[in-house]
């Protein structure tokens, strides 16, 4: 049995010759422009959405950044963040003193959610990250006990030299955490 014996058994060619008769064509013409359209549609917005999205700029930015500043990505914004609390330790003010305590802390929690260590309590996320920061875990927890005194209770009192102390915890642990 030839494959030509075989097409006419399953009637393959009628079907051929059906599909491609000029008459079939025609009638079908609306209908592909109808899916041309379509097509031609969500090509142009998956286009559109790829240029204005955030997340394809952030994937390239962050891969060129790294490569070109031989840190990780959001080293330097880390960096200035961190210097705008150090700031407040400059200006001899204990209200700056707490409030450069509460933002360290506030700034090593984003951080811990950013790398996934998001827990519904403070101290769970500092557990669940405490492979990194095995050495100054407990630091970190007294620190964290501290900016609890400072928010709760108005009459607590801070000295300089205990807030650069609990400033250089917090700083360790963000680098340890964020900088993995």
Do not use: C
Request: hydrophobic residues 45%; glycine residues 4%.
């Amino acid at each position: 049995m030839s494959w030509e014996d075989f097409y006419n058994l399953l009637g393959i060619r009628d079907f051929i010759y059906f599909i491609s008769s000029s008459t079939l064509q025609e009638t079908l013409l609306p209908v592909k422009l109808v899916f041309v359209g379509f097509t031609l549609f969500f090509l142009v917005a998956v286009f559109y959405f790829m240029l204005n999205s955030s997340w394809l700029q952030y994937k390239f930015l962050e891969d060129v950044t790294e490569f070109f500043s031989w840190q990780s990505y959001g080293a330097k914004q880390m960096a200035k963040r961190w210097e705008r609390i150090m700031k407040k330790i400059e200006s001899g003010s204990e209200s700056e003193y707490k409030l450069s305590i509460i933002e360290a802390d506030d700034f090593l929690k984003e951080t811990l959610e950013e790398r996934g260590y998001e827990q519904e309590k403070f101290e769970d996320s500092i557990k669940a990250a405490s492979r990194l920061i095995s050495e100054i875990l407990e630091q970190v927890l007294e620190a964290h006990q501290i900016r609890n005194s400072i928010v709760y209770n108005p009459d607590f009192k801070l000295t300089e030299e205990q807030a650069k102390k609990i400033l250089t915890v917090y700083e360790t642990a963000i680098n340890a955490i964020g900088l993995e």
